[in-house]
């Protein structure tokens, strides 16, 4: 049995949030940005993955 169909299919690996048109931007300032909030929903991404991968690396 291989140590691949121990982990459940419960926990998928995480996916990056969508990148928003550049043309998105209105340019009027907006605090936050909509770019502003895309990179914090990188970071969470990047976390989040950081954890799935040390879940997985260590199964």
């Keep these: 049995m291989s140590t691949d169909s121990a982990i459940p299919d419960t926990d998928p690996m995480p996916l990056p949030p969508e ?5 998105a931007c209105c340019g009027n300032g ?3 940005c909509i770019f502003d909030l895309h990179d914090m929903a990188m970071d969470d ?4 993955l950081r954890a799935w991968q040390a879940r997985h ?3």
């Design 19 to 23: 990148q928003p048109d550049l043309d």
């Design 30 to 32: 907006c605090e936050p």
């Design 45 to 48: 991404y990047r976390q989040a």
């Design 57 to 59: 690396n260590g199964a």
